[in-house]
């Protein structure tokens, strides 16, 4: 039985046309994927791998396109169930994590075909999936023999692996930031550099969405560490519970839903880096827990009678006031301590409106890449607008503006300021800060002004905070921060 459906071209002929189901539990990025397969293949998504698990009870897929990162199980183990129960689709994994071992791993236990490593390439992707896709028409015409597993040596992978990490390093150097000669962030891309010489905790601060992980990034790979793994957690998505299982790793049986042992991030990231975003929201009970491990330089996985030595370098960040956590107990003095060997905080894109042009320079290229674009720049009047425009979400905001008005321009041509938000366009029209007086420094006019257009779009909103999360460009704990700090009154609705 022939599983691809076939479509027309426009030459009159048929085509065969693959079945991709992609398994990401990132919305942004699922959708990413989605826009860019989309273009050759039909492409089924799922937020989790119980969804997926229910798309290929359901659906002929082809290939599998599954992110290694996900909560509660990773992108191998859910791999290693598929290849049992559903061994004819073509399996390709995508991961951040670049580790030798990892790619020998996933190729060997779970019969993963290809591993692409982001950030992932749109035409690398599409000619990866062209292949498997490939592949799985051989096996279908092969008679239904078993499935074929690319399983190069180890040796190919460690070199390609290797590659990989030195492209790696060059994408996330400290020049890669963008900003202007005069740029206020050069004073923390200068700490960055100096942080990176040495094997010493560092603590990013920062509002949401002004980079904080591009610069951990850029310590991790300009230190002597730069060629080993450097994982990613975000402490503040997941309830204790899994946040240690992902951390530290946990034993079957240890807590329900735990149906096999898993390897916590520090163990992965061990001779590495770990990243932990969003540090400050992690709760008192499990703050002990963290500090015993940076104290000790041990990890004890759930459930497991005897600890395990492991040596990475912590790299931590936050959009809170932690100093004020801190003094008000919502934080331990003692982890602060730890993790704020080297301090740096990065300034937001209001206080750096000249790095604007720069930063939306950038972002369009990688637009242009993501859409099969060729649009080359921006209008003038369009750059000084969005220099005026206090970006509240920051550079995540900018970047989900410049995407909107890609997609609304018709033509390879300037983006206009007509594709501008209306809150981008009407900003200049709105009272001047302080009840229309100039005074008061600029961070108080800064101020003044994020919580303005925050309380605006709650209020155009319904107080939906997914909705305005999405519209400011910030994370949901970013803006539950902002609203805190501000103390902009009123029921916030949690609806997704």
Not at 124 to 131: H, P, Q, T, W
Not at 183 to 207: E, H, K, N
Not at 440 to 464: D, F, M, P, Q, W
Request: glycine fraction near 8%.
């Amino acid at each position: 039985m022939n599983l691809m459906r076939e479509e027309p071209r426009e030459d009159g002929l048929a085509t065969s046309t693959a079945i991709v189901l992609v398994v990401d539990d990132e919305r942004r990025s699922l959708e990413s994927l989605r826009r860019v397969l989309s273009i050759e293949f039909e492409v089924i998504c799922a937020a989790s791998a119980a969804e997926a698990e229910a798309v290929l009870a359901g659906d002929l897929v082809q290939v599998i396109l599954c992110d290694q990162r996900m909560p509660g199980e990773n992108g191998v183990d859910f791999l290693k169930r598929v290849r049992d129960q559903w061994p004819e689709p073509v399996r390709v994994i995508i991961s951040g994590y670049t580790d030798a071992e990892d790619i020998i791993a996933g190729v060997n236990e779970a019969g993963i075909f290809q591993y692409v490593t982001k950030p992932w390439d749109p035409e690398k992707l599409l000619a990866c999936v062209r292949e498997a896709a490939q592949l799985y028409r051989l096996q279908k015409d092969g008679g239904g023999a078993p499935p074929i597993e690319a399983k190069p040596s180890n040796a190919r992978l460690r070199s390609l692996a290797s590659n990989r990490r030195s492209a790696e390093r060059r994408l996330f150097e400290f020049s890669r930031i963008a900003h202007a000669p005069d740029s206020p962030v050069r004073a923390a891309i200068a700490l960055g550099q100096r942080a990176a010489r040495y094997d010493i905790s560092v603590l990013i601060t920062g509002d949401s969405g002004t980079g904080k992980e591009l610069l951990a990034r850029a310590i991790h790979h300009g230190s002597a560490r730069g060629d080993k793994s450097f994982v990613i957690e975000n402490c503040g998505a997941l309830p204790d519970e899994l946040l240690e299982s992902e951390l530290f790793g946990s034993k079957k049986g240890a807590f329900t839903g735990a149906y096999q042992d898993r390897i916590g991030l520090f163990e992965v990231a061990d001779g590495g880096s770990i990243f932990l975003d969003e540090i400050g929201e992690t709760s008192p009970s499990f703050q002990v827990k963290l500090l015993r491990v940076l104290q000790e330089g041990e990890i004890r996985p759930l459930g497991a009678q005897r600890s395990r030595r492991v040596n990475v370098r912590v790299i931590a960040a936050t959009n809170r006031n932690i100093e004020a956590d801190v003094a008000a107990g919502r934080f331990r003095r003692d982890l602060y301590y730890r993790l704020a060997a080297f301090p740096i905080h990065l300034p937001t894109l209001a206080a750096r409106a000249g790095d604007i042009p720069i930063i939306a320079a950038r972002i369009l290229l990688n637009v242009n890449q993501m859409f099969n674009r060729r649009i080359p720049g921006f209008d003038p009047e369009t750059l000084r607008l969005m220099q005026r425009y206090p970006w509240p979400g920051n550079i995540r905001e900018l970047h989900n503006e410049i995407q909107r008005m890609a997609v609304l321009c018709d033509g390879d041509t300037n983006l206009r300021p007509d594709l501008l938000s209306p809150l981008i366009l009407d900003f200049g029209s709105a009272a001047a800060p302080n009840g229309g007086q100039a005074g008061g420094t600029l961070k108080e006019r800064v101020e003044e002004l994020e919580r303005a257009l925050i309380a605006e779009s709650l209020k155009r909103n319904g107080r939906n905070i997914s909705r305005v999360a999405d519209e400011l460009g910030l994370s949901r704990v970013g803006l539950r921060s902002k609203i805190a700090r501000y103390d902009i009154r009123g029921d916030a609705d949690d609806e997704a």
